[in-house]
């Protein structure tokens, strides 16, 4: 048997488990359930969900169907949403995450409440992004969406700025922004910012950090949408150079790996278990027919 540990504290967030587990609730009743996009940022549990019976559909569809159950992912959803499904007679199983939805009402309450209309809602994210858009929506859409520092020209330093962020940044690279938008801001007064990176995402790196030295060859398993796995991929690579991304267990056997170094198998928050723990299968049966061979 090879030495392959498989990270204990990587794998779903408890929102990604509150939407997986009411999912397979739902689908347990034998009712068809639809899904608003991907339920979660990996192929491989989407296939899962949909052998079940999952139907996952997008926004357009969504905006066309009537008299029907749809789950709403841990992303969250914009207002538009929510009344699309009132209109349609739309059954909705809310399954966003509690830490997204906190964040949601803090952007919809300082864009109701900002001392000036000159106010700019600053939103750190990726633009497109599930999340973002469910924030930015909070906003009638006039929230500025700024991906890294490279988009800061795209703020009026001379209005007021209030910056918030996506629940699963980089906390250094929102720290980084603070700073460089403290530099640029003349009156301090102008410039606000909340630090709504979710600790559960935040605390994922310490311990990359730790595991990543621990072992000599790092395995990240990520879906390639996740934003989360996207930052704790990189993060991994820096601290071993020797970390390989995939997102499944057949995309192992091109690695061409050394099977006698100590192997760990890490992921995002969007990462299932059961792949983790399928790929650490493959890798045995590597090793296995190369002492066959």
Same mark, same amino acid.
């Given at each position: 048997?090879?030495?392959?540990?498989?990270?204990?504290?990587?794998?779903?967030?408890?929102?990604?488990?509150?939407?997986?587990?009411?999912?397979?609730?739902?689908?347990?009743?034998?009712?068809?359930?639809?899904?608003?996009?991907?339920?979660?940022?990996?192929?491989?549990?989407?296939?899962?969900?949909?052998?079940?019976?999952?139907?996952?559909?997008?926004?357009?569809?969504?905006?066309?169907?009537?008299?029907?159950?749809?789950?709403?992912?841990?992303?969250?959803?914009?207002?538009?949403?929510?009344?699309?499904?009132?209109?349609?007679?739309?059954?909705?199983?809310?399954?966003?995450?509690?830490?997204?939805?906190?964040?949601?009402?803090?952007?919809?309450?300082?864009?109701?409440?900002?001392?000036?209309?000159?106010?700019?809602?600053?939103?750190?994210?990726?633009?497109?992004?599930?999340?973002?858009?469910?924030?930015?929506?909070?906003?009638?859409?006039?929230?500025?969406?700024?991906?890294?520092?490279?988009?800061?020209?795209?703020?009026?330093?001379?209005?007021?700025?209030?910056?918030?962020?996506?629940?699963?940044?980089?906390?250094?690279?929102?720290?980084? $922004? +603070? %700073?460089?938008?403290?530099?640029?801001? #003349?009156? @301090?007064? *102008?410039? !606000?910012?909340?630090?709504? &990176? =979710?600790?559960?995402?935040?605390?994922?790196?310490?311990?990359?950090?730790?595991?990543?030295?621990?072992?000599?060859?790092?395995?990240?398993?990520?879906?390639?949408?996740?934003?989360?796995?996207?930052?704790?991929?990189?993060?991994?690579?820096?601290?071993?150079?020797?970390?390989? $991304? +995939? %997102?499944?267990?057949?995309?192992?056997? #091109?690695? @061409?790996? *050394?099977? !006698?170094?100590?192997?760990? &198998? =890490?992921?995002?928050?969007?990462?299932?278990?059961?792949?983790?723990?399928?790929?650490?299968?493959?890798?045995?049966?590597?090793?296995?027919?190369?002492?066959?061979?």
């Amino acid at each position: 048997m090879l030495n392959i540990e498989i990270d204990k504290k990587s794998g779903f967030c408890f929102g990604v488990v509150k939407a997986i587990s009411k999912a397979e609730e739902e689908l347990a009743k034998g009712e068809i359930l639809y899904c608003l996009g991907d339920i979660v940022h990996n192929g491989q549990e989407v296939e899962r969900l949909s052998r079940m019976g999952l139907k996952t559909i997008d926004h357009e569809q969504f905006a066309q169907l009537h008299d029907a159950k749809v789950l709403l992912r841990a992303h969250g959803e914009p207002p538009r949403t929510y009344e699309i499904a009132k209109e349609n007679n739309l059954t909705l199983i809310d399954a966003s995450c509690p830490v997204v939805l906190k964040l949601q009402t803090r952007i919809k309450n300082a864009y109701r409440d900002a001392a000036s209309p000159d106010t700019q809602i600053v939103i750190y994210g990726e633009k497109g992004h599930a999340e973002v858009n469910g924030l930015v929506g909070q906003t009638d859409e006039k929230a500025i969406v700024i991906e890294s520092e490279a988009d800061i020209n795209k703020l009026d330093f001379n209005r007021k700025i209030q910056l918030f962020s996506q629940t699963t940044k980089s906390l250094d690279g929102f720290n980084h $922004l +603070v %700073t460089t938008l403290s530099k640029k801001v #003349e009156n @301090n007064d *102008n410039f !606000e910012y909340f630090d709504t &990176i =979710c600790r559960q995402v935040a605390n994922r790196i310490p311990n990359i950090t730790t595991f990543a030295e621990q072992n000599d060859i790092i395995i990240f398993v990520s879906g390639k949408k996740s934003s989360n796995g996207k930052v704790l991929y990189e993060h991994s690579k820096k601290i071993n150079p020797n970390t390989y $991304l +995939v %997102t499944e267990a057949n995309e192992v056997t #091109e690695l @061409n790996l *050394n099977l !006698e170094k100590k192997i760990g &198998i =890490c992921g995002a928050t969007s990462t299932p278990r059961w792949l983790m723990e399928e790929i650490a299968e493959k890798l045995n049966e590597l090793a296995l027919s190369q002492q066959i061979k």
